[in-house]
């Protein structure tokens, strides 16, 4: 597989501030690479560096085997880009706006389509600050896919959706990687890394700290899944001596057994050899969050 | 070509959906017409000491409309550009490969067409009103209309190039342009004004801008020397423009 996008050893650094400490990383073709970590974290100064729009410090990086910084040019031409924090003039309609954007390269995308796809058709004719910020949204990323990219940069393309529109852009998304079209892209939600990446680069403090398929990360770093019941039961000290049980939690009577493997079938038999039948006996999955919490010391949020 | 094409359509569009350019632009210099046409009406001076000893509204006219390009340049233009910067359309136009000279092209392209409509709308004003005279070189007026607009569009660029934000751009337009509107050449005659009135006027590009349409249009001829510091003005705010424009 050809590599699409290679970042060997980037730094960037904003005065006292380091922004990118070291990052290296290779995307390949029609993949969806994820960058996930909190706000600060560096990943939009590392997709604006692949994009020629800052000037890292030091560090090799190419997308589509060109140098964004000598061959911005030709390269812009060919990816799409969703930046954070920008904007269209107020004034300026949807269907102008995509007009417009696409007169940049001679054989782009059909944007009536787009418009349709990202259901913003109905809005056609709507000002820019006259449309709702998700309305913005799906229009800022229809913008990113109207000159038929062959790389397409992401940057929290659903800050700012709500939950349904959030799946329908999800969708949207794997339908354009079905076109071959390879997605970087830069999140802070776990569940979108996890649903919608083929692999991901948890970033935290401008270093990548593990990257791996999401399921490869989650076996990895937070095997253990929680099996968790309410019971009375004084002693449970023979639930700890099974091997595949790792800790038990109690909280009143709410218990939580962590474990990996067959910890479930292993709680539930030893449960039921007790005499314990507990109604409400049901297992937590690891996700990213833990994986995350458990490789930076701190939740995503913070 | 194409994107700069579509873009000075856009901005067009945009201009003409932005009600307070649209006053500044259009109503202001209509308005001082008529107010000027109430007050002296457009009969000459019968000395010929005051508005060049023609009639105030013959006097007035070309002034009005080096005015227009005037208004265009010092706010028009810098406050869009640099709503632009701060809002970060521009980012997302460079993310785009849309070039700064696109956009610089636009907005000088756009400053012509809509000088041309103001001027027309002024001139039709005029003659309805006060049976104005129409120019006496027109060939001579319409090269001194072009280079006049295509100087405080660049101009107008530079602000936007270097004002950091909005509210600097609006500030200071509106101190250029009223000081430049009073002073001149398109408030009070200059004939009646101090010699200190004299000296400001003379270190503006208005003053500059209103001779060179003026004398043409009046009959008395080509005007080198003002032209020649339009024509400074317009490079050297090329230059400065393509020097110290920033993206964000």
Known sequence: MTNVIEVEHLRKTYGQTVAVDDVSFQVNEGEIFGLLGPNGAGKTTTVESLQG?????????????????????????????????????DRIRVWEALDLFAAVVPNSSDWQLLMEQWGISDKRKAAFSSLSGGQRQRLLVALALVNDPEV???????????????????????????????????????????????RVAVVDRGRIVALDAPQGLI??????????????????????????????????????????????????????QHGIVP???????PTLENVFLKLTGHSVHE | MRVLFKLTWVEIKLFIREPITMVFTFALPLIFLFVMGGVFGNTPDPEGLIFRGVGPIDYYV????????????????????????????????RASSISIWAVFGSQV???????????????????VAYD??????????????????????????????????????????????????????????????????????????????????????????????????????LVAATLLSARFFRWE
């Not at chain 2, 009005?64 to 406050?79: F, N, R």
């Open chain 2, 109 to 127: 392209v756009v400053s012509l067409a809509i000088s041309i409509l103001g001027a027309l709308l002024l001139i039709a004003a005029a003659l």
């Open chain 1, 53 to 89: 729009l800052r000037r890292p410090d030091s560090g090799h990086l190419r997308v589509l085997g060109l140098n964004p910084q000598t061959e911005t040019a030709t390269l812009r031409r060919r990816i799409g880009s969703q930046l954070q924090e920008s904007a269209l003039p």
């Open chain 1, 279 to 285: 109604s409400d006996l049901r297992t937590e999955q």
């Open chain 1, 152 to 198: 397409v940069f992401l940057d929290e393309m659903t800050t700012g959706l709500d939950p349904a529109a959030r799946r329908v852009a999800w969708g949207l998304i794997r339908a354009i990687r079905e076109r071959g079209t390879t997605i970087l892209l830069v999140t802070h939600f776990m569940d979108e890394a996890e649903h919608l990446c083929d």
């Open chain 2, 132 to 233: 104005a005279s129409l120019p006496e070189s027109p060939g001579l007026v319409v090269a001194a209309f072009v280079l006049s607009v295509l100087s405080f569009a660049t101009v107008g660029v530079f602000l936007g190039a270097i004002l950091p934000t909005t509210r600097a751009a609006q500030g200071l337009g509106l101190i250029l342009f009223f000081v430049m509107m009073i002073l001149s050449g398109a408030g009070p005659p200059r004939e009646v004004m101090t010699e200190a009135m004299h000296w400001i006027a003379d270190a503006t590009p208005l003053r500059y801008v209103i001779l060179t349409l003026q004398d043409p249009w009046l009959g008395f001829g080509w005007n080198v020397h003002a032209s020649l510091v339009v024509g400074g003005f």
């Open chain 2, 62 to 93: 070309p002034a009005y409309i080096g005015l227009i390009s005037a208004s265009i340049g010092v706010v028009a233009l810098p406050v869009h550009l640099t709503g632009y910067r701060e809002r970060r359309v521009l980012r997302r136009f």
């Open chain 1, 219 to 272: 076996t990895t770093h937070a095997s253990d899944i929680r099996v968790i019941f309410t019971s009375d039961y004084p002693d449970l000290s023979w639930l700890e001596e099974l091997p595949e049980v790792h800790r038990i939690t109690r909280n009143g009577p709410r218990i939580e057994v962590e474990g990996s493997g067959p910890v479930l079938a292993r709680v539930a038999a030893a449960l039921v």
